[in-house]
Each structure stands twice: as C-alpha cells, then as structure tokens.
C-alpha cells in the first residue's frame, strides 16, 4: 500500500510516519504543503492519503477534492485536532476521520476500513464543473461523450468534467448497462427514450432526462442493434 502524508506539522507527520512503520506500512511518503502532494500525486498513484483539514494557505478539504478528481481510486483520512468537519469530509468520499491526538488502535481500525472498501465494487465518478464538483453514480449519468484529454458527463445536474479517458471510463462501467456507440460517446442504455434510423444506417438517440441528442458512428449502430437484436 502506497501511503501519502499531508501536514504542516513535522511532529505530526513524523509521529503517524511511526504509528504506520509500527503497523508495518514502508512505502510512506509525506509532504508539508497542498503544491507539493498534488505534484506527487501526478507522478505516484498512492493508495491512502492523510490529510490534515487546517494548514497555512491550504484547505484540507479543497485539496481533498483536487486528489480525488487526479485520482478516483486514492482513499483519503482526515485528520484533525477537531471534529467539526467530519461531516464535510464524508461528503467528500472520505473513508475515514481522525480527531487528534488519536491511537495506534484508532488509526488501524481506519486502514481496516480501507482495505474493506478496496475489495468491494465500488463505481463513483468525481467529476467537475467550475469551482464545484459532483459525486456521480453511473445511474446518475446519461451519456459520456470524450473531449481531448478528458470526459465530459451529462447528469441531471448538467455538464461536468472528468480528467480520464474515455477508454478508462468504458472498463469501470463494464459492469453497468453503458454501450459504447461511438468513439467519442458511452450512452446508459437504461436512459434511452428513443432511437431513430439516419443517414448510412446510423442511429440518433434522445434520452429520458434530458432533450441532448447524440449520434452513432456506423460501426456503433451496427454493434448496438447485434447486441439489442434477438
């Protein structure tokens, strides 16, 4: 398990960093500023993070959003030497919180939960939209369309942003009833109001929640109606 630990504090950081050597976690790295963990974690793909909500300059729970749009798998535990965020922090997607001065007991019953989660199915988007971000169930979307380096989502709450591939996106949404018919579009089959036939054989299609209207590509209209056709 790779392990970040973010907190202005030196005694802090080096008294988890032995609570966690203690546990016998090694791969362990910890940095003092919001700057310096999210350029670490554009080059590393850490499992766990610490993060402490109050540093100089820095909002803990601001950049807990930054990690988590980077990376949608990073686990992420508060800590705190109060618990008046907790809440905050859960809405985040945060798996765990850690009122300071806390246990080695305390700190191991949050990995465990980590670890819990890990194995289970877990398929949440964290997408963005201006300032602001969404929590988006694959139920919640209609239809993925890819845009350069990232994704856009169309939800009911509108359009977001997504920094992955469309191709990533397609292998977490295997098990759900997404149907790639274009290079550039994932549609929710289960959101589908109406399909038409167009020009070269390809398909429109309108869906429940929204008035969009996307096109297939040739070859996506004829993958569709083998996968649809009985």
């Known amino acids: 398990m790779k392990i970040l630990i973010v907190d202005d504090e030196e005694l802090a950081r080096k008294r988890l960093l032995r609570m966690l050597n203690t546990l016998g976690y090694e791969d362990i790295s910890d940095v003092d500023n919001a700057e ?9 793909a850490f499992d766990l993070v610490f993060l402490d909500i109050n540093m100089p300059k820095t909002n803990g729970l601001e950049l807990g959003y930054e990690l988590k749009y980077m990376n949608q798998n990073i686990a992420i535990i508060y800590q705190s030497a109060y618990d008046e965020h907790a809440l905050k922090a859960y809405d985040i997607g945060a ?5 300071k001065p806390f246990s080695i007991e305390q700190l191991k019953s949050n990995i465990e939960r ?3 989660l890990a194995t289970t199915e877990r398929t949440v988007f964290m997408s963005k939209t201006g300032e602001n971000y969404l929590l988006l169930k694959p139920e919640e979307i209609y239809y993925i369309k890819a845009d350069l380096s990232e994704v856009t989502i169309r939800s009911a709450s509108g359009f977001s942003y997504l ?5 990533d996106i397609q292998k977490k949404l295997a098990g759900y009833n997404f149907f790639r018919i274009h290079r ?8 589908i109001k109406n399909i038409t036939t167009i020009e070269q054989s390809k ?3 309108s869906f429940k929640h929204c008035n969009d209207e996307i096109e297939s590509s ?11 056709n009985s």
Do not use: T
């Open 114 to 116: 980590v670890k819990s």
């Open 95 to 99: 798996v765990g919180y850690l009122v």
């Open 218 to 228: 040739k070859d996506g209209a004829k993958a569709f109606r083998e996968a649809f």
């Open 163 to 167: 920094g992955e591939k469309i191709s």
């Open 184 to 191: 550039s579009y994932l549609i929710n089959v289960d959101e």
């Open 203 to 205: 398909l429109r299609f």
């Open 36 to 44: 310096d963990a999210l350029k670490l974690c554009s080059e590393v």
